[in-house]
């Protein structure tokens, strides 16, 4: 469940509080270390579960090995925001909620797009919407956007790597796909990013 929750803030209205504005830097090292730990709860699942009837030991070894990668990947995000000096150590105030300084271009302009996921959907649209797209050609898409992908990222900083880290917390991930071109590529599914949108696939 994310933080601050509906939880957190009835616990504010109670006590009369005032509502805080989240640091995104913080927010980012919160989000990445609940990262390794959903990584972690699932890589250990893998391992323990044992093979189901009528599924090959290649395919388990297969599963645990993506579920390491992230693992790898979540875990050297997490030692990057770690590494940092201070976050709080800014000449300039930052913007909130997209972390931009005073001057820069701010997530909040209407011509920049509302959110990584629709940023995502609209990449599918150009492309014609197929039923997936190479992780490697939604991120160089993804990278002529103006704006942050995320609460610290710019999207012309993404990479693979950092893609996978933000779309995790809505439940996506890379799968091997033949693509129509004949490339069968680490590989993002539409219907996954619909079903993350809350749109249902099935009506």
């Given at each position: 469940?994310?933080?601050?929750?509906?939880?957190?803030?009835?616990?504010?209205?109670?006590?009369?509080?005032?509502?805080l504005e989240t640091n995104p830097q913080h927010q980012?090292?919160?989000?990445?270390?609940?990262?390794?730990?959903?990584?972690?709860?699932?890589?250990?699942?893998?391992?323990?579960?044992?093979?189901?009837?009528?599924?090959?030991?290649?395919?388990?070894?297969?599963?645990?090995?993506?579920?390491?990668?992230?693992?790898?990947?979540?875990?050297?995000?997490?030692?990057?925001?770690?590494?940092?000096?201070?976050?709080?150590?800014?000449?300039?105030?930052?913007?909130?909620?997209?972390?931009?300084?005073?001057?820069?271009?701010?997530?909040?302009d209407p011509e920049l797009p509302g959110s990584l996921?629709?940023?995502?959907?609209?990449?599918?649209?150009?492309?014609?919407?197929?039923?997936?797209?190479?992780?490697?050609?939604?991120?160089?898409?993804?990278?002529?956007?103006?704006?942050?992908?995320?609460?610290?990222?710019?999207?012309?900083?993404?990479?693979?790597?950092?893609?996978?880290?933000?779309?995790?917390?809505?439940?996506?991930?890379?799968?091997?796909i033949t693509l129509p071109d004949g490339r069968r590529?680490?590989?993002?599914?539409?219907?996954?990013?619909?079903?993350?949108?809350?749109?249902?696939?099935?009506?």
């Amino acid at each position: 469940m994310p933080f601050p929750n509906f939880i957190d803030s009835f616990a504010t209205n109670i006590t009369g509080a005032t509502p805080l504005e989240t640091n995104p830097q913080h927010q980012a090292l919160l989000d990445a270390f609940i990262a390794v730990q959903n990584c972690d709860r699932r890589l250990l699942t893998d391992i323990a579960t044992a093979i189901e009837t009528g599924k090959g030991t290649a395919q388990q070894l297969e599963a645990c090995a993506d579920a390491l990668t992230e693992r790898f990947i979540a875990g050297v995000e997490l030692s990057r925001l770690l590494s940092v000096d201070c976050c709080c150590a800014q000449d300039a105030e930052p913007c909130v909620p997209c972390g931009l300084e005073q001057g820069e271009e701010c997530c909040q302009d209407p011509e920049l797009p509302g959110s990584l996921l629709e940023a995502c959907l609209d990449v599918f649209a150009q492309l014609g919407d197929p039923y997936a797209v190479a992780s490697a050609d939604l991120v160089d898409a993804l990278r002529d956007l103006p704006g942050t992908a995320g609460n610290h990222w710019r999207y012309s900083d993404l990479t693979q790597a950092r893609l996978a880290q933000l779309l995790a917390p809505h439940g996506m991930r890379t799968r091997d796909i033949t693509l129509p071109d004949g490339r069968r590529r680490k590989s993002y599914q539409r219907d996954a990013l619909l079903a993350a949108m809350g749109v249902c696939t099935s009506c």
